[in-house]
């Protein structure tokens, strides 16, 4: 548990707007706006006399930077994308003191400018770089006295551009133009950085905030899983859907251009990334910095040119794969582990949708992203769920209104049934409920409170108005009685405020939500309810199968009325992937956990394929093939199946209630901020015998075999449930 306070501190203090000062000085080539796509090359010479045990450097750039030191590679791409508040930027904080030496240090920083608004970065007109190591004596500043050059190698690939919600170019290096070595020792092709006059903190590139999670994982050159030609074509097969960066050795005469693209390069007609390289003569070696992603790595290799060998190097978020889910059903477990694969390479600057078509954090995807790292990862990948929520929360409108995705430069639209989604039950309240990190709740409660009472307007039936600023999604898919949905959506958003504002001691916040959320149930039963399901008065369409699940999950819905929503549920099934996580729990609320495993087993097939390490966007294999969203069965087989769940926050105390339907045999096991929670169930009849491990500081409840309570202490535990 002190583990998990330290950290919380830590978070607490990375996610509070930089009071500091700054030595060091904005610098670039030139300060002028800069073209997009744009790769400016930085060095120093630093002499020292000693170096000290620890030397810390600040370092923020627009957009991404790669850090060497004496030649080393020090940082694989440092940097966030830009947008912790409209106008702000992030920076990042390495120890540099393993990398220094006595006497002569050279230290090179290429940076990216991405120079293009999109979907998860704001751009600030202006490529350049802020470095700063102060500590033991010694003090390394950016400014005038820095070399820096436009990395003219670097340019625009050919081919058509990715789609507008990418900030990213597709990139072109010409190794004619440039010395891929240059950071090796001391360039002679470098004039003066220029020194922007423009303090930190202070626009275009805004207020500075600690980088709020860890710097990416890198994994290293490895070899692909096979190799094979096919033409001019190297079809290089990755051991899964990987964010990466590939390498290539070769001879060629000068001029040969070699594409490098994906198989995840285009979805339909919107494009996504791919990389160009043009030979210098001779023997060569190229690593394509910026990432891809793709099961597959094709590398377009012209006549005259002779590839001896292919590999990638593998980068992401570095967090661990400690949750685990197997049972007797292979599906099941095939499903899990893919679940979880696409749930990992939908993480790096925010949660994603997807790793190629938008890399855009659409705050309904990371609803369910957060919950399934919860149950598939380790602690470090809550910092991800925090920092989105927060951006979440800084970005709302003047109104009041929380739109999505942000951080955005060119989209303006709230999609206010996901936004009640994030910012009530399922998001803010669970990321408190799940993590412990009380500290989050004072960010972002004053943001939720103007939302709902502000921003919403209720009805004379107190029910909420429609907003008609944005967009009005609820869901994929057809038959979607919207009105119906809104209101258990808002109801659920007041729940969530409610609890958090019990935490917050505001006494009179809770007592009015409480009202609230009465007053709506009573009016949305009246109103909606028709005597066999749940419908929007003058409707016309069909019972909308998304409408029934939420009503019963949010609790507005009793058991009186169950037998009737089973029957639409059993006849209607509309929902898509997004809105299945909520039609199977409800069937599990409702006491019919067969009825809910065949639904699953019944959804996994419509998502998944063979030929692919991770999971589709929409049932019936449609649009890209890694879209972490449809893996909410992580959520379902480990809280539901297997039934752990928190009672208190952080699982310091936390329930084990299976409902394992059909299914005879389940290993699960989770990581939180008190250690691994793991549980081993097995079926006799109308039995389960458990096996279940307790960390220390933590307690377990069941309920044995003859209904009595337990309350189990830390260490491992044989039950009869």
Known sequence: MKRFILVAALLLAALQLSADTWKARWISRAYSPCDANTWIAFQKKVDLKTVPAELPARIAADSKYWLWINGEMAVFEGGLKRGPAPGDGYYDTVDIAPYLKAGENVISVLVWYFGRNGFSHMNSGTCALLFEAVGGGVEILSDSSWDACVQFAY????????????????VLYDARKFNPDWFKGVSKKMGSAFEITIEPGRPPFGKLVPRPIPLWKDYGLRDYAEVRRSGDTLICHLPYNAQFSPYMELEAPAGKAVLMVTDHDAVGTEKCLHGEYITKGGKQAYEHLPWLNGEYMYYIVPEGV??????????????????????????????????QRTLYICMRDTWMDCPDRERAQWIGDEVHEMMEAFYALSPSSWNLARKGFIEFARWAA??????????????????????????????????????ADDSFIPEVYPALHKYLHEAWQLDTDDLPLERTKGWNWADAGRDIDRVALLHPWYYLALKGERDMAGELNKIDDVGTDEAMMDRLKESYNRLFWNGSCYKTPGYEGPADDRVQALAVVSGIAGPDKYDAILKVLANRKEAETYFMRYVIDAYFVMGTADLALARLREYIPQVMSPDYSTIYEHRGLKNTSNHAWSGHGIIICSQRLAGIEPLKPGFKEFSVRPQMASLKHIECGLETAY??????????????NAVISVPEGTTAVVTDSRGRLQRLSPGQHKVVL
């Open 675 to 688: 250690g691994m929670i793991e549980v081993t169930l097995d079926r006799r009849g109308r039995r389960i």
């Open 306 to 339: 002779t590839v001896s060998k292919v590999q990638f190097r593998e980068t992401g978020y570095d967090t661990a794969f400690s949750g685990y889910f197997r049972c007797d059903d292979p599906l099941l477990n095939e499903f899990w582990q893919k679940a």
């Open 155 to 170: 340019g625009t690939a050919s081919g058509k551009a990715p789609n507008y919600r990418l900030s990213e170019s597709n």
């Open 398 to 435: 003047p109104d009041g209104g929380l739109y999505a995705p942000v951080p955005c430069s060119n989209w303006f639209r709230e999609l206010a049934q996901q936004s009640l989604a994030a910012a009530g039950w399922y998001g803010f309240h669970d990321y408190w409920f799940y993590s």
